[in-house]
C-alpha cells in the first residue's frame, strides 16, 4: 500500500503520530477548558448564577404573575477572527438582554489589542457591568477553517458557560457575519412555551457527496500544535464509514439544550469522547458533531428539530457556501419566520435596515425590550433607564417565528425528520 502523502513528506511513522496527536491535544484542550475558562481580566468577568438570582427574586418572572409560562433563559457563543471585533460588538448589542448570557471570543489570528478593546467595551457599558452577564475570552484558541479546532472552540465556549452560568435553558452559537432579525423579547416569548429538550439543527444521514469530501479523507488539524492559522493536512489514504454508529450531517449553526450540552462535556457514557476522537481527523466536524451524537443515542434522538433557525440564501450548486444578503433578500428574510440570518457583509446597508424596521435599534445601542423604561423623545438610548428584566414585549415578529415553530413541529414534519 502507498504511503500517505503530506506536505512534509511524512512517512507513516509520522502519520500514526500526528494522528494521535491529534486526539491528545483535543482531549486535553477540552480537559483545560473545563477546568481553567480564561478571561481578560478574572476579577472583571468571573461571577455565577447567583448575581443573576435577583432577576426572578426581585422582580419576579413576568409571565408568572400573568399565568404564562417561565422565561427561558439563552447562552450565546459569539465568535469572530482578525477585524471582527466591530461586528461582534454591534452583534451583542443587537442580542443583548439581561436574562441571557453572552461569551465572546476572538480567535488567536485577532491581536491581544483587539481582544482588549472588545474587553474594555464591555466593562465600560454601564448596563452589562450591572447584570454581569458578558464573557469575553481572554486568551484566544487557535480555529482553523473546517478543522477540528472549531468544534473545539465551542466546547470551550459551552464548558464555560456550564461553570459559570447554571441557569440557562438553549445555547445558540453565531459568528460575526450572523445577525438578528427579531428582538430577543421574541424570542423568549414563544420559546417559553417549548418543551425546554428540543434540540434545533438541520441534519440528514443521507450525505450524499459528503461521503466522499467530508467522511471518507483523513484530515490533520496544525492548529491543534502550531500557534499559526493555516489549511489542513490531507493523507492520501482513506477510511472507511464506521459501523459501530451512523453518520449524521448538517449545518454547524445550532440551538442546543443544556442537558444534551452537559452530556457531551461530562460524556456519562463514552459516545460523546468516542465520536470526539472520530471527528478529530474530520473534513468541517462542526456540520457533523453534534448532529451524531443527539442522533445516535436513545435519550436525545427524539428531541431534534430538522431547522438550525437560521435564513440563508446559498450559492448556486453545490450549495456549499452561503451568499452575502443584501437588502434585495429583505424581504425574504422577514417572511422566513427564522430568527436569525447569515451571511452579512460588515457593515452591508441591509443591517442599517434590520435595526431600524426589525430591532427598533438606533445608533450604537442595545436593542430595546420590555425591560426598556426610557420615554422621553430626546433621548436616542431607549433603555438608559430600565425596568423589570423580566418583562418582555413581543413585537409582530413574534407571530412570525410562531408560524415557523408551529410548522416546525407539525405532525406531518416533526417526527418525520427526527434522526432520519
Not at 413576568?62 to 460588538?89: E, H, V
Not at 443591517?351 to 426598556?372: A, H, M, Q, V, Y
Request: charged fraction near 25%.
Amino acid at each position: 500500500m502507498k504511503k500517505p502523502h503530506f506536505p512534509h513528506y511524512l512517512d507513516r511513522k509520522w502519520l500514526l503520530l500526528l494522528l494521535t496527536t491529534s486526539v491528545l491535544f483535543l482531549l486535553l484542550l477540552l480537559t483545560v477548558t473545563l477546568a481553567q475558562p480564561r478571561f481578560s481580566s478574572p476579577s472583571d468577568f468571573a461571577y455565577d448564577q447567583r448575581q443573576l438570582a435577583f432577576l426572578d427574586r426581585d422582580f419576579g418572572d413576568g409571565n408568572d404573575r400573568l399565568g404564562l409560562p417561565k422565561l427561558p433563559r439563552l447562552a450565546y457563543s459569539l465568535t469572530g477572527t482578525k477585524g471582527d471585533g466591530p461586528q461582534l460588538r454591534r452583534l451583542l448589542q443587537a442580542l443583548y438582554h439581561p436574562r441571557n448570557y453572552y461569551v465572546l471570543h476572538l480567535d488567536l489570528e485577532a491581536s491581544d489589542a483587539e481582544r482588549l478593546e472588545l474587553a474594555k467595551y464591555v466593562k465600560s457599558e454601564a448596563l452589562i457591568e450591572r447584570f454581569k452577564n458578558v464573557m469575553v475570552v481572554g486568551k484566544g484558541n487557535l480555529v482553523t477553517y473546517k478543522g477540528p479546532t472549531m468544534i473545539a472552540s465551542t466546547l470551550h465556549a459551552v464548558a464555560i458557560l456550564l461553570k459559570k452560568s447554571k441557569d440557562w435553558d438553549w445555547f445558540i452559537n453565531l459568528s460575526s457575519s450572523d445577525y438578528p432579525l427579531m428582538p430577543q423579547d421574541d424570542i423568549l416569548h414563544i420559546f417559553s412555551y417549548l418543551p425546554r429538550d428540543l434540540n434545533f439543527l438541520e441534519h440528514t444521514s443521507n450525505i450524499g457527496w459528503k461521503e466522499n469530501q467530508r467522511a471518507r479523507p483523513i484530515i490533520i488539524d496544525p492548529g491543534l500544535y502550531h500557534t499559526k492559522k493555516s489549511g489542513v493536512f490531507w493523507a492520501k489514504e482513506r477510511r472507511s464509514m464506521p459501523a459501530s454508529f451512523k453518520l449524521f450531517m448538517g449545518s454547524e449553526w445550532v440551538v442546543l439544550t443544556k442537558p444534551f450540552l452537559e452530556f457531551c462535556i461530562w460524556g456519562w457514557d463514552n459516545l460523546p469522547r468516542t465520536l470526539l476522537m472520530y471527528y478529530t481527523n474530520f473534513l468541517s466536524s462542526p456540520e457533523g458533531y453534534f448532529h451524531t451524537v443527539v442522533c445516535n443515542h436513545k435519550d436525545y434522538q427524539n428531541t431534534t428539530v430538522n431547522h438550525d433557525l437560521h435564513y440563508l440564501k446559498w450559492d448556486k450548486p453545490p450549495k456549499q457556501n452561503p451568499v452575502a444578503l443584501t437588502l434585495e433578500h429583505f424581504d425574504e428574510m422577514v417572511q422566513s419566520g427564522a430568527p436569525f440570518a447569515r451571511r452579512f457583509a460588515k457593515d452591508d446597508p441591509v443591517l442599517n435596515k434590520i435595526d431600524n424596521e426589525l430591532l427598533r435599534r438606533s445608533g450604537d445601542r442595545f436593542t430595546p425590550g420590555g425591560w426598556c423604561q426610557e420615554t422621553s423623545v430626546l433621548h436616542k438610548d431607549k433603555c438608559l433607564v430600565y425596568g423589570n428584566p423580566n418583562v418582555v414585549k413581543p413585537t409582530i415578529s413574534s407571530k412570525r417565528l410562531e408560524k415557523l415553530i408551529v410548522k416546525l413541529l407539525d405532525s406531518d414534519n416533526f417526527r418525520l425528520k427526527q434522526c432520519k
